[in-house]
């Protein structure tokens, strides 16, 4: 048995400890000065592990909020102060592009860092448990009964859900027997209107079971929530609410209000978990879009979030996105909301090809790429034939970076915003703005 102490912390809010065999190691939900008694584990040949058997903590976690902070697999940074949370993962970001590539950010800390998710998923065990991963350890559940993250509305819900499978715990998937069906549990609550939806994802088949009957008739007596919705998907498949949906009461969408725009969000669409706090992006977009500009061009456009929300400021709007439901999705919410607006979404796999991109004079390009970036040939396409305004939205400002490398040799940085929507987590978004220079 060897004692270590944590030396300092990292970005993702784990701190770092100098291992007996002189190797750095990162520990999460420690904290600079805390003691550690731990001990090599032999896993594989020639690999070992460090195991901490005992933390000895020399700094006072009242910050945190939560029962369960340092086993679920959530947050990582409630025992950090919030300021010293924004310096850890802010500092690296702004620095690396100051450094690499010139560009200065304005960072924007949060204005709520408690009850801010529209979005959970939580997994359901037999126990019954429901709960979220522990970090490091797919296998085990955490039980949670209460989230500080997310809202008081969610957190109702959550033990309503929680009373109902203590009565029938038999509906619960065993992953070892392969027996019951019910897997995930997601419940969705939109900010700023009175919607919310409940979603329970089954086995696929499991419909049928004779136990569902009596389970049906228990959450439509026993759940007050105005949407409740069954979904069924593959039982090897581990994704929360996608499947063929069965809509119990209510409807399979929620109704979400932004910057005054309805969306209507189907159950198994994606949507940005903290509309309130992804704010100062859409406004700083709003802000600078150009007064006279014809095109917008809106690449990984989901279910046409950024069309929808700016559609009125051009003639033309061309989106492009790999999922045929959320084309088809953009399609018809765009021609409803702009009925005499031109437009074109289409299925694309833009990380392999950008043939379908139409170059456009007089438009603006809008992208938000998935956390890897949008690849080498998006970025390629944006240098060699990008329009004259580029708004480049990121959930990783890391791999944002290494994009705007590529092209931004045809581009002058106008300005950006680091933010963070996600408090007492590493992830970040951010926006930046560019426009292209003269020939």
Same mark, same amino acid.
């Given at each position: 048995?060897?004692?270590?102490? *944590?030396?300092?912390?990292?970005?993702?809010?784990?701190?770092?400890?100098?291992?007996?065999?002189?190797?750095?190691?990162?520990?999460?939900? *420690?904290?600079?000065?805390?003691?550690?008694?731990?001990?090599?584990?032999?896993?594989?040949?020639?690999?070992?592990?460090?195991?901490?058997?005992?933390?000895?903590?020399?700094?006072?976690?009242?910050?945190?909020?939560?029962?369960?902070?340092?086993?679920?697999?959530?947050?990582?940074?409630?025992?950090?102060?919030?300021?010293?949370?924004? !310096?850890?993962?802010?500092?690296?970001?702004?620095?690396?592009?100051?450094?690499?590539? &010139?560009?200065?950010?304005?960072?924007?800390?949060?204005?709520?860092?408690?009850?801010?998710?529209?979005?959970?998923?939580?997994?359901?065990?037999?126990?019954?448990?429901?709960?979220?991963?522990?970090? &490091?350890?797919?296998?085990?559940?955490?039980?949670?009964?209460?989230?500080?993250?997310?809202?008081?509305?969610?957190?109702?819900?959550?033990?309503? *859900?929680?009373?109902?499978?203590?009565?029938?715990?038999?509906?619960?998937?065993?992953?070892?027997?392969?027996?019951?069906?019910?897997?995930?549990?997601?419940?969705?609550?939109?900010?700023?209107? !009175?919607?919310?939806?409940?979603?329970?994802?089954?086995?696929?088949?499991? !419909?049928?079971?004779?136990?569902?009957?009596?389970?049906?008739?228990?959450?439509?007596?026993?759940?007050?929530?105005?949407?409740?919705?069954?979904?069924?998907?593959?039982?090897?498949?581990?994704?929360?609410?996608? &499947?063929?949906?069965?809509?119990?009461?209510?409807?399979?969408?929620?109704?979400?209000?932004?910057?005054?725009?309805?969306?209507?969000?189907?159950?198994?669409?994606?949507?940005?978990?903290?509309?309130?706090?992804?704010?100062?992006?859409?406004?700083?977009?709003?802000?600078?879009?150009?007064?006279?500009?014809?095109?917008?061009?809106?690449?990984?456009?989901?279910?046409?979030?950024?069309?929808?929300?700016?559609?009125?400021?051009?003639?033309?709007?061309? &989106?492009?996105?790999?999922?045929?439901?959320?084309?088809?999705?953009?399609?018809?919410?765009?021609?409803?909301?702009?009925?005499?607006?031109?437009?074109?979404?289409?299925?694309?796999?833009?990380?392999?090809?950008?043939?379908?991109?139409?170059?456009?004079?007089?438009?603006?390009?809008?992208?938000?790429?998935?956390?890897?970036?949008?690849?080498?040939?998006?970025?390629?396409?944006?240098?060699?034939?990008?329009?004259?305004?580029?708004?480049?939205?990121?959930?990783?400002?890391?791999?944002?970076?290494?994009? *705007?490398?590529?092209?931004?040799?045809?581009?002058?940085?106008?300005?950006?915003?680091?933010?963070?929507?996600?408090?007492?987590?590493?992830?970040?978004?951010?926006?930046?703005?560019?426009?292209?220079?003269?020939?």
């Amino acid at each position: 048995m060897d004692k270590v102490i *944590v030396e300092s912390l990292d970005s993702d809010f784990s701190g770092i400890v100098t291992a007996p065999n002189g190797k750095k190691v990162n520990v999460f939900f *420690v904290y600079p000065g805390d003691e550690l008694q731990v001990e090599y584990v032999k896993r594989r040949p020639r690999q070992r592990s460090l195991r901490i058997k005992e933390t000895i903590r020399n700094h006072d976690w009242k910050l945190v909020k939560c029962d369960v902070f340092g086993e679920c697999g959530g947050c990582t940074g409630q025992h950090i102060s919030y300021k010293e949370q924004l !310096e850890l993962k802010f500092s690296p970001i702004l620095n690396a592009f100051q450094k690499d590539l &010139g560009i200065s950010i304005t960072p924007i800390p949060s204005e709520q860092i408690y009850e801010y998710r529209s979005r959970m998923d939580f997994s359901v065990f037999p126990g019954p448990i429901i709960g979220q991963r522990q970090r &490091g350890n797919f296998r085990k559940v955490v039980p949670i009964t209460n989230c500080s993250i997310q809202s008081s509305w969610a957190n109702e819900a959550l033990k309503d *859900v929680q009373s109902v499978l203590n009565q029938k715990p038999e509906v619960i998937w065993d992953r070892r027997s392969e027996e019951g069906g019910l897997k995930y549990l997601t419940i969705r609550k939109a900010q700023n209107t !009175e919607d919310g939806i409940l979603i329970f994802t089954f086995t696929d088949g499991y !419909e049928s079971h004779p136990s569902m009957e009596s389970f049906r008739k228990l959450c439509l007596e026993s759940l007050s929530q105005e949407s409740l919705l069954f979904c069924y998907n593959r039982p090897k498949s581990e994704v929360s609410a996608f &499947g063929r949906p069965e809509v119990l009461r209510g409807k399979s969408t929620f109704t979400e209000i932004v910057l005054g725009q309805n969306f209507q969000i189907p159950f198994d669409s994606f949507f940005q978990p903290n509309p309130k706090g992804f704010l100062p992006i859409l406004s700083f977009i709003k802000e600078r879009l150009p007064n006279a500009c014809e095109n917008l061009i809106d690449l990984f456009c989901g279910n046409g979030f950024f069309s929808l929300l700016y559609g009125d400021s051009f003639q033309n709007v061309d &989106g492009y996105e790999l999922t045929e439901s959320s084309i088809e999705i953009a399609s018809k919410t765009f021609l409803e909301k702009y009925p005499n607006k031109s437009f074109s979404f289409q299925i694309a796999n833009l990380f392999m090809s950008t043939e379908l991109l139409k170059q456009k004079e007089n438009a603006t390009l809008i992208l938000d790429p998935p956390r890897a970036g949008a690849g080498k040939l998006v970025n390629q396409w944006i240098r060699d034939f990008g329009p004259e305004y580029v708004f480049y939205v990121s959930c990783n400002p890391y791999s944002q970076k290494e994009d *705007v490398s590529i092209f931004l040799s045809k581009y002058d940085f106008v300005d950006g915003i680091l933010i963070d929507p996600y408090p007492h987590t590493p992830h970040t978004e951010s926006v930046l703005f560019f426009r292209r220079k003269s020939s």
